[in-house]
């Protein structure tokens, strides 16, 4: 008789500690993925004029800013460096996440739409781009956002299109990457 409620006691013991060590394990998990980030590159602006470069990194990361925190697992590092979005150098990537602790990397432009004649006369309106990478430099998918066909808007400032864009094309990067299941970024709603 002893020799069972010893066997019952060591048995309950084990099973006690190990459902205790199962959480345990899952919130450190999840710590884990709190603590991703992804790297937003200035992007390529079009057309090439030194004076709406600066205005239009700032808008394009006041609307980064504004709509990754509906990302619950990911923190937004901004790298100060130019990298054409038509030719990727996947080793740039590579050394950007390595040295960031990133896991994701993107490759915006913004394209404004030439009107009239002249060479500086644009519109307000834009097309957001954006190319998605993984820290292993593999590229993931691909979007844009026309803030012209979405949105027929004909009057607004430039800095509200590029918000405008920005957001769209971020919520196009997530509809497409859970299309594909390659990488889950899951918002909030």
């Keep these: 008789m002893m020799n069972h409620l010893y ?3 060591l048995g309950t013991f084990f099973l006690f500690t190990g459902c205790q060590s199962l959480p345990a394990q899952n919130i450190s998990a999840k710590k884990d993925l709190k603590n991703q980030n992804i790297i937003y590159f200035n992007p ?3 057309p090439d004029i030194d004076e709406i470069k600066e205005p239009t990194n700032t808008a394009f ?24 979005f038509d030719n990727v150098d996947v080793d740039v990537i590579k050394e950007y996440c390595k040295n960031n602790n990133a896991q994701l ?4 432009k913004v394209k404004y739409f030439k009107v009239g004649v002249g060479k500086y006369v644009f519109s307000n309106q834009v097309i957001i781009s954006m190319k998605l990478y993984d820290s292993m430099g593999n590229f993931l998918t691909e979007t844009y956002y ?11 400032s430039a800095e ?11 919520t196009n990067l997530g509809k497409s990457l859970k299309k594909s ?7 909030e709603n």
């Design 181 to 187: 299941k390659t990488y889950s970024i899951a918002a």
């Design 7 to 9: 066997l019952f006691a």
């Design 146 to 156: 026309d803030t012209y066909k979405k949105n027929a808007r004909i009057l607004g």
């Design 160 to 170: 509200n299109s590029i918000k405008i864009g920005a957001m769209g094309a971020l």
């Design 105 to 108: 990397a993107v490759v915006p």
């Design 44 to 46: 390529e602006v079009f």
């Design 61 to 84: 990361y006041a609307a980064v800013s504004e709509r990754v925190p509906s990302f619950k697992n990911y923190n937004v590092l901004r790298v100060d460096t130019y990298v054409p």
